[in-house]
């Protein structure tokens, strides 16, 4: 290798891809250590497979254990109250054979089902995953069926890592929540927590359990956080009224990304003050806001969704974000939904620079609404349009010259897809700077001629579906990098 200081080789490793960093992997030392820390820098365990026991046999080693940041783990692979599908032929040979040879060995050794030893080498390799700083505990399939080597799992993994945590997220139903918060996990980094809450699969909870569960474990696990919290993420798809458990949640003084999906519907039937003064006590420190209130919205939903457009403007008018950067909202299907949206864009346009509206699809009334009280300094736009013609990047690109980066999910394309795609190549936006754009059509990226129209006339895009280049084959596009802060939201699917 070539005689350059260290931090040379790190700056320029920073422009190989991480594809092409993977295969450097016997080059020298240095560039080992690169490839290994790329390779089991992420590792999601939650089902089991033929290649679960030889990765967690792999991660026991010290040497590749301690290169773990991001862990996300099911400790009993979703085995547990499952109904497994039927073994083929050869898996019957398989286990027979295994069975056999354990009972050669010993009559009296107890044979562990795939699943269960997975569990036992997962909790062997955790001691030596001191380094993790991101912890995701995916306990869906958690209940009476489950046995003790799931505390097991817990206070070895606690024990491991958990003074080194600055993100936590658990994924499951109340009882398993309380379950790991009652393992009494010290935690004096974390500063960021995400939560997805879920009514229980195998065994519905009573109401009353699960609301004190909420409120006696829960809504205090959460304000234990209060004095570092900066990003809270709760996603609840459930049915339970969830009014008392924001009424229960504290001051935040440092949070500055919120973010909260769930049906408004179901879980807010009784109050949602609570909610309204959850964000008015934050609304000051606020930089990210996420609210998506109804993620399934349907035609006939209208009257459903009449309480959470009142409620929505009602918040926004009273509320005022100064220093919000990023929005993303589902302004319900209702004129005063959309209000609400466009009176919180009116109130913080001055710090805005990324904007998503979900799931309603603009009308090309809507969009001129949305486009008047939009500031030049907007850099990020995501948009669901009914119908999509050369005049929206016209309007776009008019209003919006400092956009980097464009996301848009269209109902319908001109029934003369040709005759629009000619009209675009003699339309050239010189002045605009986009960077990077994106179209969605009923799901799928939208075909690689109506991309390639779409660069022609907007010289400067350099990227399309935010995958770093223009290759319209996007099964041929490079693996992102993983984003493990809750800052960073998802875009997701339509």
């Not at 320029?12 to 790329?38: Q, W």
């Not at 890592?161 to 393992?183: E, M, V």
């Not at 909610?275 to 009257?303: G, K, M, W, Y």
């Amino acid at each position: 290798m070539i005689e350059l200081p260290l931090e040379i080789w790190i700056y320029i490793v920073a422009f190989i891809p991480e594809a092409t960093l993977r295969d450097l992997l016997g080059v020298n030392l240095f560039f080992y250590n690169i490839s290994m820390d790329i390779r089991y820098k992420s590792v999601v365990l939650q089902r089991f497979s033929a290649g679960t026991k030889k990765l967690l046999v792999r991660l026991a080693d010290p040497a590749v254990g301690k290169r773990v940041r991001f862990l996300t783990a099911s400790p009993d692979f979703q085995f547990y109250g499952t109904v497994a599908s039927p073994p083929s032929f050869g898996d019957r040979i398989n286990i027979l054979q295994h069975v056999l040879h354990s009972f050669r060995r010993s009559r009296f050794d107890h044979v562990l089902r795939p699943e269960k030893a997975g569990t036992n080498a997962l909790i062997d390799a955790l001691p030596v995953m001191s380094n993790v700083m991101a912890f995701t505990v995916d306990s869906h399939s958690w209940g009476e069926h489950s046995g003790p080597e799931l505390n097991t799992f817990l206070d070895t993994a606690w024990t491991s890592f958990s003074s080194n945590l600055q993100k936590l997220s658990l994924r499951g139903h109340a009882a398993s929540f309380r379950t790991i918060i009652t393992s009494k996990p010290s935690l004096p980094k974390v500063e960021e927590l995400f939560f997805e809450l879920i009514d229980s699969p195998s065994s519905p909870s009573d109401m009353e359990d699960v609301a004190d569960i909420l409120l006696t474990v829960f809504a205090p696990f959460i304000n234990s956080f209060a004095p570092r919290l900066q990003a809270l993420t709760f996603w609840a798809w459930t049915s339970f009224e969830l009014s008392a458990l924001f009424k229960a949640l504290g001051n935040f003084p440092l949070l500055t990304c919120f973010n909260f999906q769930t049906s408004f519907p179901r879980t807010f039937r009784d109050d949602p003050s609570s909610l309204s003064d959850f964000l008015a006590r934050h609304c000051a420190q606020l930089e990210i806001l996420v609210l998506r209130l109804n993620t399934v919205p349907l035609l006939n939903a209208i009257p459903l969704e009449r309480p959470l457009s009142e409620w929505m403007l009602k918040t926004f008018c009273e509320n005022r974000f100064p220093h919000l950067q990023e929005l993303q909202l589902y302004p319900s299907a209702l004129p005063r939904g959309f209000d609400a949206l466009l009176t919180c864009i009116q109130l913080s346009a001055d710090t805005l620079h990324t904007l998503v509206v979900r799931e309603r699809y603009l009308d090309p009334q809507d969009l001129r609404k949305l486009i008047d009280v939009l500031l030049p300094n907007l850099q990020s736009l995501r948009l669901n349009l009914r119908e999509l013609d050369v005049g929206v990047f016209t309007i776009l690109a008019g209003k919006l010259p400092r956009l980097r980066s464009l996301s848009l999910y269209i109902g319908t394309v001109p029934p003369d897809i040709y005759t629009f795609i000619s009209e675009l190549k003699t339309t050239i936006f010189t002045e605009w700077k986009l960077r990077n754009i994106g179209v969605w059509q009923g799901g799928s990226v939208a075909p690689p001629q109506f991309m390639l129209a779409i660069k022609h006339s907007i010289p400067s895009v350099v990227s399309f579906w935010g995958l770093g280049d223009t290759d319209t084959d996007i099964s041929l596009t490079n693996e992102q990098p993983i984003i493990w802060s809750t800052r960073n939201i998802d875009d997701g699917v339509l």
